[in-house]
């Protein structure tokens, strides 16, 4: 049961408890989907939609979105009179008998389903319970057209895009878009899969006029260029005030910025042969490295500020600031999307517009995107996928858009309206009143737009992207890249593009392998004997593990002639103790036992979530065996694990010994301590990650910042010492192996403390004396950002908050040892470090070893935790995160579970080891004499 229950924590079980949880849903709940009901005398359509906007708010654009759906339900009798009335009633077989002379229509938001930290359309679709719209956009299109989660728009049978005319179209869909929404489906046919809605979206540079007004800069233009912005960046960017030049972000997604640049290079992502239609990643062009080298410069460039501070780079890339950075004016610039209709959420006093910048050729281009409608592929009834395909049509048709246009001028926000739709709606008093070249900025965002990636495992291609950029920032802030050398003649150093080709070479290899799983039958052979060796070994552990349960836990062994109890004369004895356990086996049996049969099927099957699961047998584990980012992930989960136990382990029993020796206000510092732990999760993270701003105004980097170097090397010196103190004493009572363990502690302590003073010992041009005592760090720690850092900062949040509970947990046991063992222990001459070493750790060992077993368990169920930190980013992806990416972002539910297989396998042996404790320990009431 302890083997099961440590497995289902964050491995197989932990998808099986998805499925379990999703189908448990889609049989408790009332209405899974749209339905029709037949009420006292009318028929009422309900319609499930992912989302609905809310009537209770009062904001002008709220208010426009829910006129446009109320007036849809107003006019949805006339609209099924004229359409489906007549139909329906010739085929009551297949339609229903209801009475379709009295119609009505009722839509409702879908509430989602949210299991274990995991909310998404997907488990929706997978409990059955997914609303009959779907949102989706274009990166993730293929893999609902591939999964078949959408319902082809054009089948013939229904009518539904030929019911539009072609103006309709026209209006609704931009020529660009059609690409993304016409599509060869699972059978290999070209069909139309979404609808978009609010028009396309270009992306445009934002700008704040206060800052550039403060540097003195004119506002920039339509002609502006990458020189452009980098000068403005240079001027306008001040880290001591909080100011930067331009918003960007870090993670898995990095290269959505990146991207802008590509294009505007001339490059490209990818690119379809027209002759086998399949996709290939070409992001390594001379083009893409020129891109790079831009977009690697404004991040990492060093400069010195006014006062001769060093700093790199110009860009803000903490995102869960960045949006109140740029409100409070701290953040010059920052792309975004601009929407077709409405400009309502930009203030043209404050922020200015403009296309992105052009290239160094001249070129122009950005991302062109577009929110898109599809219906649900799973709808039962016909009737529901009609009406609501009525609402897709209806709902950004020319007159909702006439209608919410109306709304936003009657509210005072005409001005921000697209004047397009002003003009062709009768309010051309209103259109001389928009902000002066915003339509022309949103017409060049459109006319030089490209979609966005949205090809096969398009995810997969933005997840990789962002390898080479992380990299390239990397080997520019460590020194290895090749600094760049600005001339005339000379524009680019060509080592450092060079280099930077490489980095993109490298992750194009890997796109194409990822997204188009081209593996030759030698290469297949090789990893499926590996994948079956391996499972051989695991079939062997795992029966070995079962059989050593079974010898552990079924008592010591019996004289001779005495016939151990079966499990028949177990339960006649023991039956009314069966009884009332058995809706604990229950709940064992249906949340543990079952998902983990349940993941092991899946890790054998291109797992879909609708329609047939092909199996492909060992190919999934063979396929993990020799990826090097599942490898890398499981080495980030050990790195986690060690931070995690060394810093939560044993440092609250060291506080607790020393809250106890406290003379005085022992309560207030005991109060002190908790109160971290009173916080939620959330707002520990947010906390912390103020703390962790890439400048002096962060706490963290304020304060160190602020320390001599003699004093990181003083307080090295002492842990060193503290350290070197109990290996001493282990010594001398020839505990050999602790005494090593004590003494390495020792030595990584203070190393860690001469880390943090190398910076400034190593200035050149500097006496000793001041480099010990005056000087101070000049360059602040960029604690999420730098690879080196990034795991700690994730890890000390957890320490932060964990320390008042587990210190409140040891000193109730202290209280507990007699205080005859340390009387004894002063007469035989023993010293404080005696005291703890033989009498406290001894009489605390059981508490201990719990303790340290459930640290180690939480140690690998870090998912959270760093998701929320750095998604993964500056090499912070563990196993567990990497797990739930492959599964819930990419859909590859067959990989992700035999990748959580084999990380079980690795994780046996502590298994074991926990078994084995549990199976020695003994637990006795107070003032038990035994």
């Known amino acids: 049961m302890a083997f099961i229950r440590f497995l289902s924590t964050d491995l197989p079980g932990r998808f099986g408890r998805v499925w379990t949880a999703c189908v448990f849903l889609a049989g408790t709940a009332v209405a899974t989907a749209g339905w029709v009901e037949d009420a006292p005398g009318k028929t009422i359509i309900h319609v499930k939609l992912y989302?609905?906007?809310?009537?209770?708010?009062?904001?002008?654009?709220?208010?426009?979105?829910?006129?446009?759906?109320?007036?849809?339900?107003?006019?949805?009798?006339?609209?099924?009179?004229?359409?489906?009335?007549?139909?329906?009633?010739?085929?009551?077989?297949?339609?229903?008998?209801?009475?379709w002379d009295h119609v009505e229509i009722r839509l409702h938001k879908s509430s989602g389903i949210r299991v274990e930290g995991v909310e998404n359309d997907l488990l929706a679709i997978a409990g059955g319970v997914a609303p009959d719209v779907l949102y989706v956009n274009f990166r993730k299109s293929d893999t609902y057209i591939t999964q078949g989660f959408l319902y082809p728009l054009d089948n013939p049978e229904d009518g539904y895009l030929t019911s539009m005319s072609q103006e309709e179209q026209d209006f609704r869909i931009?020529?660009?878009?059609?690409?993304?929404?016409?599509?060869?489906?699972?059978?290999?046919?070209?069909?139309?899969?979404?609808?978009?809605?609010?028009?396309?979206?270009?992306?445009?540079?934002?700008?704040?006029?206060?800052?550039?007004?403060?540097?003195?800069?004119?506002?920039?233009?339509?002609?502006?260029?990458?020189?452009?912005?980098?000068?403005?960046?240079?001027?306008?960017?001040?880290?001591?005030?909080?100011?930067?030049?331009?918003?960007?972000?870090?993670?898995?997604?990095?290269?959505?910025?990146?991207?802008?640049?590509?294009?505007?290079?001339?490059?490209?992502?990818?690119?379809?042969?027209?002759?086998?239609?399949?996709?290939?990643?070409?992001?390594?062009?001379?083009?893409?490295?020129?891109?790079?080298?831009?977009?690697?410069?404004?991040?990492?460039?060093?400069?010195?500020?006014?006062?001769?501070?060093?700093?790199?780079?110009?860009?803000?890339?903490?995102?869960?600031?960045?949006?109140?950075?740029?409100?409070?004016?701290?953040?010059?610039?920052?792309?975004?999307?601009?929407?077709?209709?409405?400009?309502?959420?930009?203030?043209?006093?404050?922020?200015?517009?403009?296309?992105?910048?052009?290239?160094?050729?001249?070129?122009?281009?950005?991302?062109?995107?577009?929110?898109?409608?599809?219906?649900?592929?799973?709808?039962?009834?016909?009737?529901?996928?009609?009406?609501?395909?009525?609402?897709?049509?209806?709902?950004?048709?020319?007159?909702?858009?006439?209608i919410k246009t109306r709304i936003m001028v009657e509210g005072g926000l005409g001005r921000f309206v697209n004047p397009k739709y002003l003009n062709m709606f009768g309010y051309p008093e209103v259109a001389r009143l928009a902000p002066r070249g915003w339509s022309e900025t949103f017409n060049i965002a459109i006319r030089t737009g490209k979609p966005e990636p949205y090809g096969p495992n398009s995810n997969l291609a933005y997840n990789i992207m962002t390898y080479p950029i992380q990299d390239a920032e990397d080997m520019a802030l460590s020194g290895d890249l090749p600094k760049y050398v600005p001339g005339r003649k000379v524009r680019y150093n060509e080592k450092?593009?060079?280099?930077?080709?490489?980095?993109?070479?490298?992750?194009?290899?890997?796109?194409?392998?990822?997204?188009?799983?081209?593996?030759?039958?030698?290469?297949?052979?090789?990893?499926?004997?590996?994948?079956?060796?391996?499972?051989?070994?695991?079939?062997?552990?795992?029966?070995?593990?079962?059989?050593?349960?079974?010898?552990?836990?079924?008592?010591?062994?019996?004289?001779?002639?005495?016939?151990?109890?079966?499990?028949?004369?177990?339960?006649?004895?023991?039956?009314?103790?069966?009884?009332?356990?058995?809706?604990?086996?229950?709940?064992?049996?249906?949340?543990?036992?079952?998902?983990?049969?349940?993941?092991?099927?899946?890790?054998?099957?291109?797992?879909?979530?609708?329609?047939?699961?092909?199996?492909?047998?060992?190919?999934?584990?063979?396929?993990?065996?020799?990826?090097?980012?599942?490898?890398?992930?499981?080495?980030?989960?050990?790195?986690?694990?060690?931070?995690?136990?060394?810093?939560?382990?044993?440092?609250?029993?060291?506080?607790?010994?020393?809250?106890?020796?406290v003379p005085r206000g022992k309560v207030v510092y005991r109060t002190i301590f908790y109160l971290p732990a009173v916080i939620t999760g959330l707002v520990i993270i947010l906390l912390w990650k103020s703390f962790y701003e890439p400048s002096e105004r962060g706490a963290l980097n304020g304060i160190l910042m602020h320390i001599p170097a003699a004093a990181y090397l003083a307080v090295g010196l002492v842990l060193f010492l503290i350290a070197v103190s109990f290996s001493r004493r282990l010594l001398y009572h020839r505990i050999y192996a602790v005494a090593m363990i004590f003494f390495l502690v020792g030595c990584a302590l203070l190393y860690t403390c001469y880390c943090l003073a190398h910076p400034i010992l190593a200035r050149p041009g500097f006496s000793l004396f001041a480099r010990l005592f005056t000087l101070r760090l000049d360059v602040p720690y960029r604690w999420l950002g730098d690879r080196e850092t990034a795991m700690l900062a994730c890890v000390l949040p957890m320490v932060w908050a964990g320390m008042g509970p587990g210190c409140l947990i040891y000193l109730a046991a202290l209280k507990g040892i007699a205080d005859d063992f340390y009387e004894a222990a002063d007469i035989d001459g023993a010293t404080f470090i005696d005291k703890i070493l033989f009498i406290v750790f001894p009489i605390l060992k059981p508490l201990l070893i719990i303790n340290f077993?459930?640290?180690?368990?939480?140690?690998?169920?870090?998912?959270?935790?760093?998701?929320?930190?750095?998604?993964?980013?500056?090499?912070?992806?563990?196993?567990?995160?990497?797990?739930?990416?492959?599964?819930?972002?990419?859909?590859?539910?067959?990989?992700?579970?035999?990748?959580?297989?084999?990380?079980?396998?690795?994780?046996?042996?502590?298994?074991?080891?926990?078994?084995?404790?549990?199976?020695?320990?003994?637990?006795?009431?107070?003032?038990n004499k035994t």
């Open 51 to 99: 989302w609905l906007p809310d009537p209770t708010r009062t904001d002008t654009a709220t208010r426009a979105d829910v006129a446009g759906v109320r007036e849809f339900v107003r006019r949805f009798p006339k609209i099924f009179a004229a359409r489906y009335r007549d139909k329906y009633k010739a085929n009551p077989e297949k339609y229903g008998r209801h009475d």
């Open 174 to 402: 931009h020529p660009k878009i059609w690409p993304v929404i016409r599509r060869k489906g699972p059978h290999g046919v070209k069909r139309v899969w979404a609808i978009p809605y609010g028009g396309a979206l270009g992306k445009v540079l934002l700008y704040r006029k206060d800052l550039f007004e403060q540097a003195g800069l004119p506002y920039p233009t339509n002609d502006w260029t990458w020189d452009d912005l980098y000068t403005a960046c240079r001027k306008i960017t001040d880290p001591g005030n909080g100011v930067y030049g331009v918003r960007f972000g870090r993670g898995k997604h990095e290269s959505w910025y990146w991207i802008t640049f590509l294009w505007s290079a001339g490059g490209d992502i990818l690119v379809e042969d027209e002759k086998t239609g399949k996709w290939r990643a070409v992001f390594d062009s001379p083009e893409a490295a020129v891109a790079l080298d831009f977009y690697t410069r404004l991040c990492t460039e060093p400069w010195l500020d006014k006062d001769g501070q060093k700093r790199f780079g110009y860009a803000y890339k903490e995102a869960s600031e960045a949006s109140q950075k740029w409100d409070r004016g701290e953040i010059a610039m920052m792309f975004a999307y601009i929407d077709e209709k409405l400009f309502q959420t930009i203030n043209p006093d404050v922020t200015g517009m403009v296309p992105v910048p052009k290239g160094p050729t001249g070129i122009r281009a950005a991302e062109l995107n577009s929110r898109m409608m599809g219906l649900f592929s799973d709808i039962k009834d016909p009737v529901v996928r009609d009406a609501a395909w009525e609402y897709l049509r209806f709902y950004d048709c020319k007159d909702a858009v006439r």
């Open 496 to 661: 450092r593009l060079s280099i930077l080709k490489g980095l993109l070479h490298k992750a194009v290899l890997k796109a194409n392998e990822e997204m188009l799983q081209e593996y030759t039958p030698r290469e297949l052979f090789k990893r499926r004997v590996s994948a079956a060796v391996l499972l051989v070994a695991i079939t062997i552990t795992f029966a070995l593990v079962f059989r050593y349960i079974n010898r552990v836990f079924s008592g010591p062994d019996l004289p001779a002639g005495v016939r151990r109890p079966t499990f028949l004369d177990e339960l006649r004895r023991f039956r009314w103790a069966f009884v009332l356990l058995l809706p604990a086996l229950g709940t064992i049996l249906v949340w543990r036992y079952f998902p983990l049969l349940q993941g092991s099927m899946m890790a054998f099957q291109d797992y879909r979530i609708l329609g047939d699961s092909r199996w492909v047998w060992l190919d999934n584990f063979g396929h993990a065996l020799y990826d090097p980012d599942w490898w890398g992930s499981v080495w980030n989960s050990l790195r986690y694990s060690f931070l995690v136990i060394a810093l939560t382990f044993l440092p609250p029993v060291i506080l607790a010994i020393l809250l106890q020796e």
């Open 853 to 927: 077993v459930g640290v180690f368990i939480n140690s690998w169920r870090s998912t959270a935790n760093i998701l929320a930190m750095t998604g993964g980013g500056a090499g912070t992806e563990v196993a567990g995160l990497h797990i739930f990416y492959k599964a819930f972002i990419f859909l590859k539910f067959g990989p992700a579970t035999a990748m959580a297989w084999i990380l079980g396998f690795m994780l046996i042996g502590f298994t074991v080891y926990q078994l084995r404790i549990l199976s020695r320990l003994e637990f006795r009431t107070t003032g």
